[in-house]
């Protein structure tokens, strides 16, 4: 039997929460549907609107472990549903950017109704001009050409943003994880990278030989060289996690990135020493 992952389960019993999800007092959906019924296909400035399935939305959000700490950006966000759900189902605060005036009042009016308009803002404005560098959490439903558009953005921002995309990829920048349902399509997930490319030296914080490394990133993934031999590895955010070995040993090193510093943990067999790793030129 196929072990799901962690936020399956969550996720399949939050999606029946949005549609189930008790009103507000006063101002019903019936209201804001009147007052605007976006149309399915309408025309926007880079795409179509089409809605997301409400399961599809709770298992985006679970995916990307949203919670009241977090501080959403849907980029694109059309009827807002996608910040009204993270607010509504995990606490988190949420801005939708959408250039649809008509959209975003009747994302306003939503949130009105669900009772969550202190913490979700809907602002209209271009996705590309938008300042969104405070989100921890990006969602966006774009074509894959505006996903490449906005890519260089997304992978300046600070290391450990978990990025969600439903439809589509980033091009060759492999997702984390991603998740297929049968009739509500596909999302994908990544977390941008911390920067580590370049030539660094590790020095033990105690006594101990210092060692040199050439890091070579390709998105999250790495390759490069370390004492001499071949090192592979990986980066989730700031955290890095490479191997190589010396002297026919294994060695791997562990560590936390800040900028032009790692604190690493090397180890060799049962022994770990705490190391200082500074990059060149910094």
């Known amino acids: 039997m196929r072990t799901q992952p962690r936020w399956f389960a969550r996720s399949a019993a939050l999606a029946l929460l949005i549609g189930a999800a008790p009103l507000a007092d006063g101002k019903t959906r019936a209201d804001c549907e009147r007052e605007h019924t976006p149309q399915l296909a309408q025309e926007g400035k880079d795409v179509i609107w089409e809605p997301t399935a409400d399961s599809m939305v709770a298992r985006m959000l679970a995916m990307a472990n949203v919670t009241a700490a977090d501080k959403l950006y849907d980029l694109g966000s059309g009827d807002g549903k996608i910040p009204i759900a993270a607010s509504k189902l995990f606490g988190a605060t949420a801005v939708g950017i959408e250039y649809d005036a008509d959209l975003v009042k009747h994302s306003r009016c ?16 271009d996705i590309f001009a938008a300042d969104f560098s405070a989100a921890t959490v990006v969602t966006v439903y774009l074509l894959p050409e505006l996903n490449l558009r ?5 992978l300046a921002m ?3 943003t978990r990025v969600v995309s439903y439809s589509f990829t980033m091009g060759d920048w492999e997702p984390d994880e991603h998740i297929d349902s049968f009739g509500e399509g596909s999302a994908y997930f990544w977390i941008v990278p911390a920067n580590v490319d370049g030539a660094w030296t590790f020095r033990p914080a105690g006594a101990g030989e210092s060692f040199e490394v050439e890091l070579d990133q390709t998105f ?7 004492h001499g031999a071949a090192a ?3 980066l ?7 191997t190589y070995t010396h002297d026919g040993e294994p060695i791997r090193v562990t560590g936390t990135v800040d900028a032009d510093r790692i604190a690493a943990t090397v180890t060799r067999g049962n022994t770990s020493t705490q190391y200082v790793g500074t990059r060149h030129g910094a």
């Open 220 to 226: 999250q993934n790495l390759k490069g060289v370390a």
């Open 110 to 125: 939503l949130a009105e109704v669900e009772g969550v308009q202190a913490r979700v803002t809907f602002i209209e404005g």
């Open 232 to 234: 592979t590895g990986k």
């Open 158 to 160: 600070k290391p450990g």
């Open 150 to 154: 906005l890519r260089p953005t997304l």
């Open 236 to 242: 989730s955010g700031d955290t890095i996690d490479f």
